[in-house]
């Protein structure tokens, strides 16, 4: 956190180093961004990312969606619109945050985006199948995705038993936890932890992480078996 004095803001371990969080999924094919933070742009850079299908979102939320701008530069790569994917609030809010891109006449340049609605149906990008998932984050619904045997939840305080249905089966299940301290709509740890075991998974990573939860190194230390906390760069196989 910018101007933050405390221990983890300070920490030379590189796992304490967090962006904002987003995932890469990809198969042989297809290669989709769920969310594009604010550190969007750093992270393709980073992680060397020179081509894109598809963009998807969980939820409008500012940390979600500010780094849309910069797919632009995937456009001028591939000549083409940028797939993105997203149901209907938080295509509205998209609309409304980068207006420039959705005007009829449109400044050389700016990003070019192809809108597409997200049901709660399962679809397919490339041959990637996505199931959704709807978490809820206080009062706003808040998509989670199952691909195959990953499920990515972010944003969640509370899932619903016919949701949790749909993650249960999975190997390797992603779980919001932000601190040790209650929050009002997010898991805090131990919420996470036991949301972890009531879905049965056997392998759970924790992420959108802040630097209330402490350092790395000391809340691994702490987990149940099974239970990790993801970091920046982190890659997984399911
Ligand atoms: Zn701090
Ligand atoms: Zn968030």
Redesign the pocket.
């Known amino acids: 956190?910018i101007a933050?004095?405390?221990?983890?803001?300070?920490s030379t371990d590189k796992k304490d180093k967090r962006l904002r969080s987003s995932i890469l999924v990809e198969s042989p094919t297809t290669r989709i961004v769920v969310d594009t933070t604010p550190d969007f742009r750093y992270q393709m850079l980073r992680e060397r990312v020179s081509k894109l299908d598809a963009v998807l979102f969980t939820h409008p939320h500012k940390d979600h969606i500010a780094g849309l701008d910069d797919i632009r530069a995937f456009n001028f790569f591939s000549r083409k619109p940028m797939p993105v994917f997203a149901n209907e609030m938080t295509q509205e809010v998209i609309i409304r945050e980068f207006p420039y891109a959705f005007t009829d006449f449109r400044y050389p340049g700016v990003p070019e985006i192809q809108l597409n609605t997200i049901a709660m149906d399962p679809f397919m990008i490339g041959d990637i199948r996505i199931i959704p998932i709807q978490v809820w984050h206080l009062k706003m619904p808040v998509l989670g995705f199952r691909f195959g045997q990953f499920t990515y939840i972010t944003d969640a305080n509370r899932i619903e038993e016919s949701e949790k249905q749909k993650i249960r089966g999975s190997r390797i299940v992603v779980l919001n936890a932000l601190r040790i301290e209650k929050h009002i709509s997010h898991f805090n740890l131990e919420e996470a932890i036991a949301m972890a075991g009531e879905l049965g998974v056997s392998a759970a990573y924790f992420t959108h992480i802040s630097?209330?939860l402490g350092k790395h190194a000391d809340v691994m230390a702490e987990l149940p078996e099974g239970i990790e906390l993801a970091y920046d760069g982190l890659t997984l196989k399911a």
């Open positions: 956190m933050c004095p405390c221990p983890v803001c300070h630097h209330q």
